[in-house]
Each structure stands twice: as C-alpha cells, then as structure tokens.
C-alpha cells in the first residue's frame, strides 16, 4: 500500500468514526459525465453507512438510441432524434428516485439529482438538440413535479476540465459513450456552474476541481460532516420548497 493510500485510508476510517452519529442528510452529489460522482457516492456511503443512490444508467432505454449505437447512425443524428423522449424518461425517473431520497429514514448520497436533469435540458435546448416546442413540454413538466420537490440538504459540485472527463470516459469504456463531442461537455460543466448559482441561497453549496479526486477527498467528507453537525440545520428543507419559475 502506498503512503497515499495509506493516508486516505486513515482519513476514511476517521471520517466514519466522526460520522457515525450525525444526523443523516439528503446530498445530491453534481458533475459533468465522467467526473468521477459514483466514485465519491461509494466512499461517503462507505464512510457514513447512509444509502447510495445512483442514477438510472443502465435501466435507460434510450442510451444506445440517443448516442446512435442502436441504429448504427452517427452521433449528432441519434442524439436529435432521441433528445426530447430520452429527458422526458430521465425526469421522471429522477422525481422517483428524489421522491424515495427525501422520504428514507437513512441518510441518502444521490448520483446526479433532478435538478441536475435539467441542466442536460438546458444545454439540449442551447444547442438545438431539443426543440422550442419540445422544451416548452418539458418545462411544463418540470414545473409540474417542482412544486412536490424538496431541496437537497447539500449539493456538491465536481469539476474537472474536459480532456480529464475523456480520460474518464475512455477508460470506464461504456461503448455508447465513445466519441462524446468536447463540446457537449463544455456545454455540460457550464451548465453546472449555472445551477450552482441558481441553488446558492437555498441550501449549503459545495464545489471541488476533481482532476486529482484524491487531493479532494478530505474536502468533500468535511464539508458533509460540516453540514451535517449544523447546529442551525432545520428540517424545513424536508418540506417542499417553491423557488422562483425558471427563465426561458
């Protein structure tokens, strides 16, 4: 074992003796493709012994569709063809999942929340991939399920820049995922910098540059144990929370 190892090791263990009686929290964990959340979901779920939630990767019928695999057509084909029913899909599978993470007796880490849903809408709509018509519905139902929301006790932010998130990518090797255009990662990262700025104000915010997850690790743990250990946290974030309607 290595001296870094070693040393997260021991952080980890430390982390869960600190954690092991705070009250349990509902974090939506938020990043670009690749940027390593399921890798932190498992270490603070390992650490806190709170649930793990990831998102609906592999029960997404629409993956192979939108990447252009399952019909053997090029990318940027397959993802305007299959945008707006594959969002439509993901959405509502998120307001389950958000629904069963506010509700759990347990502490919950959610790999990309509902509210990072909307960040590939927005971007889809930016670039033309969803159309006006097409993002009005999906706005219409995103407003619909908004008003049943409650906000994450936290939102932690990864990013890391895109020739890192290739890497990434590369090396989990999901076929349908090779090729992602750089752009669209771009696009991607800045849309979650948006949201960043949309939740600051309404619940406790966290950013991390996750080109070196093991520099940040300890980053990430404190800031749950910080949030956690709130003297001033309230239960009110449990309620549903309505926010300002979103701009066009």
Same mark, same amino acid.
């Not at 600051?200 to 540059?209: A, K, S």
């Given at each position: 074992?290595?001296?870094?190892? #070693?040393?997260?090791?021991?952080? *980890? *263990?430390? %982390?869960?003796?600190?954690?092991?009686?705070?009250? +349990? /929290?509902? &974090? $939506?964990?938020?990043?670009?493709?690749?940027?390593?959340?399921?890798?932190?979901?498992?270490? #603070?779920?390992?650490?806190? !012994?709170?649930?793990?939630?990831?998102?609906?990767?592999?029960?997404?019928?629409?993956?192979?569709?939108?990447?252009?695999?399952?019909? !053997? &057509?090029?990318?940027?084909?397959?993802?305007?063809?299959?945008?707006?029913?594959?969002?439509?899909? #993901?959405?509502?599978?998120?307001?389950? /999942?958000?629904?069963? @993470?506010? &509700?759990?007796?347990? %502490?919950?880490?959610?790999?990309?929340?509902?509210?990072?849903?909307?960040?590939?809408?927005?971007?889809?709509?930016?670039?033309?991939?969803?159309?006006? /018509? *097409?993002?009005?519905?999906?706005?219409?139902?995103?407003?619909?399920?908004?008003?049943?929301?409650?906000?994450?006790?936290?939102?932690?932010?990864?990013?890391?820049?895109?020739?890192?998130?290739?890497?990434?990518?590369?090396?989990?090797?999901?076929? @349908?995922?090779?090729?992602?255009?750089?752009?669209?990662?771009? %696009? #991607?990262?800045?849309?979650? @910098?948006? /949201?960043?700025?949309?939740?600051? %104000?309404?619940?406790?915010?966290?950013?991390?540059?996750?080109?070196?997850?093991?520099?940040?690790?300890?980053?990430?743990?404190? $800031?749950?144990? &910080?949030?956690?250990?709130?003297?001033?946290?309230?239960?009110?974030?449990?309620?549903?929370?309505?926010? +300002?309607? *979103?701009?066009?």
């Amino acid at each position: 074992m290595t001296e870094d190892e #070693l040393s997260r090791r021991r952080t *980890e *263990e430390g %982390g869960a003796r600190r954690m092991a009686n705070m009250r +349990p /929290l509902f &974090v $939506a964990i938020e990043g670009p493709i690749g940027v390593g959340k399921s890798t932190l979901v498992r270490t #603070l779920a390992d650490i806190t !012994g709170w649930d793990a939630m990831f998102e609906p990767v592999e029960a997404n019928p629409y993956l192979d569709h939108f990447y252009g695999r399952a019909e !053997g &057509v090029a990318m940027e084909e397959g993802m305007r063809r299959w945008t707006f029913p594959m969002q439509i899909h #993901l959405l509502h599978a998120r307001y389950i /999942l958000h629904q069963r @993470a506010r &509700v759990s007796p347990n %502490g919950t880490l959610q790999d990309r929340s509902i509210y990072g849903d909307t960040v590939f809408a927005r971007d889809h709509h930016r670039t033309g991939l969803m159309s006006d /018509l *097409e993002w009005g519905t999906y706005r219409l139902a995103w407003e619909a399920m908004r008003q049943h929301l409650v906000l994450p006790d936290m939102f932690i932010f990864l990013d890391a820049p895109v020739e890192v998130l290739q890497g990434r990518i590369a090396e989990r090797g999901r076929m @349908a995922e090779s090729g992602i255009p750089d752009a669209y990662l771009e %696009g #991607l990262r800045d849309g979650y @910098a948006e /949201l960043e700025q949309e939740m600051r %104000g309404h619940t406790p915010c966290y950013r991390f540059d996750w080109t070196d997850p093991d520099a940040s690790v300890r980053r990430a743990i404190r $800031a749950v144990e &910080v949030v956690a250990q709130d003297d001033g946290f309230t239960w009110a974030r449990r309620r549903p929370t309505l926010l +300002p309607p *979103e701009r066009g």
